[in-house]
């Protein structure tokens, strides 16, 4: 039984890196695929945000001298490479997917629109929106949390290299201990670092639940789907 009939999908770009210090790993970009396709089989509705980090990071480039608004449209191309990338890698594990576009750039995607996303959702589409929010000064964190709300998904859910969110980052500190469930007041109040604030505010005021999730281990994505309790749920 399904728990969440419409979901978003946030994916890491820096996960796609695997272990290598740039770019794209085959492998992983594979193994992605793969739960996606678990779910698809399940009849689950998927709409997907994946970042750029793992090719170009706004901030890091005004960091480094780059006009930031350039900067951030830079980082928004670096998240369609990796919508491609996905959306290759789904064709061939045989899941209907269409990348569409904040900003215009047919043929590389269609433009999108809440009602073209949700059109292609109900068609069995795995629906992969690139470009961000289409603006400068917004991450991809927000940007997912924006979809999210727009195409009335049930759920957001945020894969990443971490089991759940923890009191402090359990890389580094061993003693960190993890949440099952936390609200989004909490989250600010703590200073989780789990999304940017403006994303957390937007989940928060339009009531759309986050669950925080290792993307990384096999058949995880799944078992969310179908309500084991795994990763941190955050909710109003």
Same mark, same amino acid.
């Not at 998904?153 to 894969?159: E, I, S």
């Not at 600010?188 to 990384?216: E, H, S, W």
């Given at each position: 039984?399904?728990?969440?009939?419409?979901?978003?999908?946030?994916?890491?770009?820096?996960?796609?890196?695997?272990?290598?210090?740039?770019?794209?790993?085959?492998?992983?970009?594979?193994?992605?695929?793969?739960? /996606?396709?678990?779910? %698809?089989?399940?009849?689950?509705?998927?709409?997907? &945000?994946? *970042?750029?980090?793992?090719?170009?990071?706004?901030?890091?480039?005004?960091a480094k001298g780059f006009d930031r608004v350039k900067g951030d449209q830079m980082g928004m191309l670096a998240t369609v490479i990796n919508s491609l990338a996905l959306n290759s890698a789904l064709n061939a594990e045989g899941v209907k997917s269409t990348v569409l576009t904040a900003i215009r750039m047919e043929p590389i995607g269609e433009y999108y629109s809440k009602w073209r996303a949700i059109e292609l959702m109900q068609q069995g589409h795995a629906v992969i929106i690139a470009g961000g929010t289409g603006n400068p000064f917004f991450t991809t964190d927000t940007a997912s949390c924006?979809?999210? /709300?727009?195409?009335? %998904?049930?759920?957001?859910?945020?894969?990443?290299? &971490?089991? *759940?969110?923890?009191?402090?980052?359990?890389?580094?500190?061993?003693?960190?201990?993890?949440?099952?469930?936390?609200?989004?007041?909490?989250?600010?109040?703590?200073?989780?670092?789990?999304?940017?604030?403006?994303?957390?505010?937007?989940?928060?005021?339009?009531?759309?639940?986050?669950?925080?999730?290792?993307?990384?281990?096999?058949g995880n994505l799944k078992k969310v789907i179908c309500g084991e309790n795994i990763g941190t749920i955050v909710h109003e």
């Open positions: 039984m399904n728990k969440y009939k419409r979901i978003l999908l946030k994916l890491s770009g820096e996960s796609l890196m695997r272990e290598q210090r740039y770019g794209i790993d085959g492998a992983r970009l594979r193994e992605y695929a793969v739960q /996606i396709r678990e779910i %698809a089989e399940m009849n689950v509705q998927i709409g997907i &945000v994946i *970042g750029g980090g793992n090719i170009f990071r706004g901030l890091s480039g005004s924006l979809r999210a /709300i727009e195409t009335e %998904a049930d759920v957001m859910l945020k894969g990443t290299r &971490v089991d *759940g969110i923890y009191t402090a980052d359990p890389e580094k500190d061993p003693a960190a201990v993890k949440f099952d469930s936390i609200t989004f007041g909490e989250v600010y109040a703590k200073g989780l670092k789990v999304m940017d604030l403006t994303a957390i505010a937007m989940c928060r005021d339009n009531r759309l639940p986050l669950i925080v999730f290792d993307m990384d281990t096999a």
